[in-house]
């Protein structure tokens, strides 16, 4: 093989890792931590807090250990005052996960997360935690 043909192929592959690199960054951007409440069975419903200083986001996910949880709907509420009521009818199972959620217009910064859940009768000592996550 040539030294030119060579050069060739190399920048051709070089190129196309380029572009499906750019292609495929808003799927690896990373989840980040906002939060977490242990749910009850005395409540059906729980909030998680956000900081003020915790950035403006695209998609929320909710993740479930201990115990599955019956979500129903969930309401995102907004800095600017305003909400988005998202209605979600999941039942994630311990170790699971919802679907990424994405928030209307552009990067919103969340003040607080409320969801409602079913409730259920969970042991004693495996109650769900709910952690709250956003890109």
Not at 12 to 26: P, R, Y
Not at 41 to 67: C, H, M, P, W, Y
Not at 73 to 97: D, K, T, W, Y
């Amino acid at each position: 093989m040539t030294t030119s043909k060579f050069v060739r192929i190399m920048g051709t592959l070089l190129l196309l890792l380029g572009v499906g690199q750019a292609v495929f960054a808003k799927d690896t951007k990373h989840w980040v931590y906002l939060g977490q409440t242990t749910v009850n069975s005395k409540n059906d419903r729980d909030t998680i807090g956000i900081g003020r200083n915790e950035g403006r986001f695209q998609s929320i996910q909710l993740r479930v250990t201990g115990a599955p949880v019956e979500f129903q709907r969930v309401v995102v509420h907004f800095a600017n005052g305003g909400s988005e009521e998202v209605e979600l009818r999941n039942r994630i199972p311990a170790g699971g996960q919802t679907r990424a959620i994405d928030l209307r217009g552009t990067d919103r910064a969340i003040s607080s997360v409320e969801f409602v859940f079913s409730k259920a009768n969970w042991r004693a000592n495996a109650l769900p935690r709910v952690s709250l996550y956003a890109r």
